[in-house]
């Protein structure tokens, strides 16, 4: 048995062929037990099978069926904390579940191949992906706005699945350490293994001490939905896939990580969001002096795992590598900075210097 298979969390990337649902058995499903006629069309994921649900009477939807893999205490946690969300911050820009005939939000399915898997129907949030606009001041003041929104809607939730083991979440990244024959033998590849060995000494052993919730975990650029209308005004916040119990500091460096391969001011760009969060929910001096690396490290999750997985599924591998590009010119960037100078501009930025 291969090391992969005998780490929890390492078999889960391996994972299970994604469900393979026709378009005629979505739409007859989507009749039958939603009540809803309408024209579907596929949308690219990773692990699960999702479509864009439009209607006849002019409304629009996403269709997503599970991973056969994934455990039902898992997409419960999910659908509760979306659900959760909807009854602390009813004006959060996110997707809505929409419930069965019976008044379910989750229902069960046998797919073709006689595999189990839970489908959900949630509303679609219209506007532009990010990542096809230009990063302003005003959007990464709004990024970090509504990043606490969520947070703060999220705190006292709790149920059973949000303690799972995910890689995605960096308190686990020593476990990187089986994946890193993946990676190319270049300076990206030797900063990376530099950094997951100063990380698994001096950062993790620390991360016991910080604040402890159930969060986002993912708000990358393909995640958020920004107005066309007004480019500092986000629509959606999409994607709870994983949400996990872990410290809330690596919640923002999540975010954080996305803006640090800003061409110009990647320190700027990555301050002024967390400035912005810290005026919702004030972050603490130890969390603030540990974000740097806790970017890096997301970036290195990122990266790694990304490269791993588009190797073993090479005819996804254009999906999967979406982020990869920007992940690696951040990683060039941002690991160069000195600790000390990015602490020092954080506190500066949110008023604690």
């Known amino acids: 048995m291969s090391v992969l298979e005998r780490d929890p969390i390492l078999a889960g990337l391996l994972g299970s062929t994604p469900p393979c649902m026709t378009q005629e058995e979505a739409t007859r499903l989507l009749k039958e037990r939603y009540g809803i006629d309408a024209a579907l069309s596929e949308v690219a994921c990773e692990r699960d099978q999702n479509f864009h649900v439009m209607a006849s009477d002019g409304r629009e939807y996403v269709l997503k069926i599970s991973n056969p893999q994934e455990a039902r205490v898992t997409t419960d946690f999910q659908t509760q904390g979306i659900l959760w969300i909807e009854r602390h911050d009813p004006d959060l820009p996110v997707p809505k579940l929409v419930p069965t005939n019976d008044g379910e939000y989750q229902t069960p399915v046998t797919l073709s191949d006689g595999r189990q898997s839970m489908v959900r129907v949630l509303t679609w949030l219209q506007g532009d992906p990010l990542y ?81 919730q159930v969060v986002h975990n993912d708000l990358n650029h393909h995640n958020l939905m920004v107005s066309p209308e007004d480019r500092s005004r986000i629509t959606g916040v ?46 603490e001096r130890t969390e603030i002096e540990l974000m740097r690396d806790l970017i890096v490290m997301r970036l290195v999750t990122s990266i790694t795992i990304t490269e791993w997985r588009a190797q073993r599924y090479p005819e996804n591998g254009a999906y999967i590598l979406r982020n990869n590009g920007p992940a690696k010119r951040a990683m060039a960037g941002f690991a160069s900075l000195d600790r000390n100078q990015v602490t020092a501009r954080l506190l500066l930025a949110c008023g604690l210097e």
């Open 132 to 212: 096809k606009v230009e990063i302003t001041p005003a959007i990464e003041t709004a990024i970090g706005n509504v990043l606490a929104r969520v947070g703060c809607a999220l705190r006292d939730f709790s149920h059973e699945g949000a303690k799972q083991e995910l890689l995605w979440d960096i308190r686990h990244a020593r476990r990187l350490k089986s994946l890193l024959h993946a990676l190319p033998q270049d300076v990206i590849g030797l900063t990376i293994r530099e950094e997951l060995a100063y990380y698994s000494v001096e950062v993790q052993p620390r991360l016991a001490g910080l604040r402890h």
């Open 238 to 283: 999409i994607d709870f896939g994983d949400m996990v119990e872990t410290c809330l500091a690596i919640d923002v460096a999540v975010a954080a990580s996305y803006l640090a391969d800003h061409p110009v001011d990647a320190l700027g760009s990555v301050a002024r969001m967390i400035a912005a969060y810290h005026q919702v929910t004030p972050l």
